[in-house]
């Protein structure tokens, strides 16, 4: 006769398994690759005792509850830009296929009107930050995924502070995962001295609550709706080349000031109001920078998307690549669709360039890379890695004309789990200035070779493929 404990050893074991079975069945209705999918129901199936509690926080790629509405709000406010931005729209002329898809998957046209600085490293970045931050007059929205209570992050506080004391109204919007070291203190003296200083909260909403997957890795800063600054800076002093470990960091930003700044300021609204339920008083009327005409569209990019936006945006300007396209990623994992569309480019003689770290801050990322390599160089494409410090620059470059800078890399993390965000230049001008600086930068770069992968030694291989197997939810 079976005993109590028996019979209760029996339920939760028999509960385990049906679990496992609905997740297995959620996996198979929703995981958005056929890898992922496949590693999910067999291990549901296989082994629920373990993999359900790991499938309730790592196994979601899709964002439930937010909704990205790229076109601008139909509030009477917001309205006012629909007319406002009238005069800056630029026509794409028919086959121009470099951007169309760009623009498709934002909802948005490309401006004109902009002026646009290329700001090369830590320094010049934050220099022109909060040089910004100094000027402006009615409001400050500031969005980080890191920042660091070290000296940088303390400047950042201080004339964040300074701004709110003297009646300018400053938001600050950060990623609880990316700020988890991030002390109680630092947000508390923000929010004493007048700084509206909230989480993203990627747990909120029911069927988020138990997901550790999701980051909001975008970096925004808009000054009065005028100016704004986009690009793979974080806030912290390695990002200032202060890291013992990590040395010297090379990194971009672009400040845009212009009309094209609305779509940055779209996006950090469209934060705040998911983390907050606020809508904040903006201004959304479009003024010309008088600097500068550069056409310019902002991407956002996120797991709330109906499409993979960040992916379809890097596959239609290597598609369209007649000469060449270069690319710059410090975590270099593509999936499937974009290898392939690296593949045809370099077989239909495009140069294709992939810059990357030659020294990693991410051990799995790192030896993910190796396991495609190979197969890219044999393609033609060229990857070179990067010799002068820690490569985070997220870049690129096609033909002549278009060039983005923004925050999103090659993996899937954010091609589907990041909320992420890139301007894109339709621009000779902007594109040589581009290709001036990734110059320099493949100068101080390695190529890699197919006899140096065949030296590797065999567990390095092993280990690139098993780390491979895991870049769903690196």
């Known amino acids: 006769m079976p005993t109590l404990q028996g019979s209760l050893l029996g339920v939760v074991l028999l509960t385990c398994h049906l679990l496992g079975f609905l997740c297995a069945i959620h996996a198979l209705m929703w995981v958005r690759t056929p890898q992922g999918t496949i590693?999910?129901?067999?291990?549901?199936?296989?082994?629920?005792?373990?993999?359900?509690?790991?499938?309730?926080?790592?196994?979601?790629?899709?964002?439930?509850?937010?909704?990205?509405?790229?076109?601008?709000?139909?509030?009477?406010?917001?309205?006012?830009?629909?007319?406002a931005v009238q005069p800056f729209i630029v026509r794409l002329p028919e086959g121009h296929v470099t951007l169309q898809a760009a623009v498709a998957l934002a909802d948005l046209p490309f401006l004109r009107?902009?002026?646009?600085?290329?700001?090369?490293?830590?320094?010049?970045?934050?220099?022109?930050?909060?040089?910004?931050?100094?000027?402006?007059?009615?409001?400050?929205?500031?969005?980080?995924?890191?920042?660091?209570?070290?000296?940088?992050?303390?400047?950042?506080?201080?004339?964040?502070?300074?701004?709110?004391?003297?009646?300018?109204?400053?938001?600050?919007?950060?990623?609880?995962?990316g700020c988890h070291d991030l002390p109680r203190a630092f947000l508390r003296e923000l929010r004493d001295g007048g700084v509206a200083a909230r989480p993203f909260q990627t747990t909120r909403g029911p069927g988020n609550r138990f997901q550790l997957n999701f980051r909001n890795h975008r970096k925004v800063v808009v000054t009065d709706g005028h100016s704004g600054w986009i690009g793979g800076h974080n806030v912290g002093n390695e990002y200032l080349g202060l890291s013992p470990r990590l040395g010297p960091w090379r990194d971009t930003h672009v400040r845009i000031t212009g009309?094209?700044?609305?779509?940055?300021?779209?996006?950090?609204?469209?934060?705040w109001r998911w983390a907050t339920g606020e809508r904040l008083n903006l201004d959304w009327i479009a003024?010309?920078?008088?600097?500068?005409?550069?056409?310019?569209?902002?991407?956002?990019?996120?797991?709330?998307?109906?499409?993979?936006?960040?992916?379809?945006?890097?596959?239609?300007?290597?598609?369209?690549a007649r000469r060449r396209v270069w690319i710059t990623s410090p975590y270099f994992v593509p999936?499937?669709?974009?290898?392939?569309?690296?593949?045809?480019?370099?077989?239909?003689?495009?140069?294709?360039?992939?810059?990357?770290?030659?020294?990693?801050?991410?051990?799995l990322v790192y030896l993910s890379a190796f396991a495609f390599?190979?197969?890219?160089?044999?393609?033609?494409?060229?990857?070179?890695?990067?010799?002068?410090?820690?490569?985070?620059?997220?870049?690129?470059?096609?033909?002549?004309l278009a060039a983005g800078v923004g925050t999103a890399n090659l993996d899937n993390r954010s091609f589907r789990l990041n909320f992420e965000i890139t301007?894109?230049?339709?621009?000779?001008?902007?594109?040589?200035?581009?290709?001036?600086?990734?110059?320099?930068?493949?100068?101080?770069?390695?190529?890699?070779?197919?006899?140096?992968?065949?030296?590797?030694?065999?567990w390095l291989k092993l280990a690139a493929r098993a780390a491979y197997l895991l870049s769903p939810i690196q």
């Open 39 to 83: 590693a999910w129901v067999v291990s549901l199936i296989a082994f629920p005792y373990f993999t359900v509690p790991a499938y309730f926080v790592l196994g979601r790629s899709k964002f439930h509850g937010y909704r990205i509405a790229r076109r601008v709000l139909e509030e009477s406010s917001e309205r006012d830009a629909v007319e």
């Open 113 to 177: 009107g902009n002026a646009v600085e290329l700001l090369v490293d830590g320094r010049a970045t934050f220099d022109s930050i909060f040089a910004g931050i100094e000027e402006a007059r009615r409001y400050v929205l500031v969005q980080f995924f890191i920042v660091h209570d070290d000296e940088l992050g303390r400047e950042l506080r201080s004339r964040l502070l300074r701004r709110a004391a003297a009646g300018v109204r400053v938001y600050f919007l950060f990623d609880e995962f």
């Open 259 to 271: 009309p094209a700044v609305l779509g940055m300021q779209k996006s950090f609204f469209d934060d």
């Open 287 to 320: 003024h010309s920078s008088g600097q500068g005409d550069v056409p310019a569209l902002i991407l956002a990019s996120g797991p709330a998307d109906k499409l993979e936006t960040a992916s379809l945006m890097f596959q239609g300007a290597i598609h369209a």
């Open 335 to 363: 999936d499937p669709a974009v290898v392939g569309a690296l593949h045809l480019a370099a077989l239909r003689g495009v140069e294709v360039r992939i810059l990357i770290p030659n020294d990693p801050d991410h051990i």
């Open 373 to 400: 390599v190979g197969e890219m160089i044999d393609a033609g494409i060229e990857i070179y890695r990067y010799q002068q410090g820690f490569l985070h620059q997220k870049v690129f470059l096609v033909d002549d």
């Open 423 to 458: 301007a894109i230049f339709d621009s000779p001008e902007i594109a040589g200035q581009v290709e001036r600086m990734l110059a320099a930068d493949f100068a101080q770069a390695r190529r890699m070779t197919r006899e140096e992968l065949r030296a590797k030694p065999r």
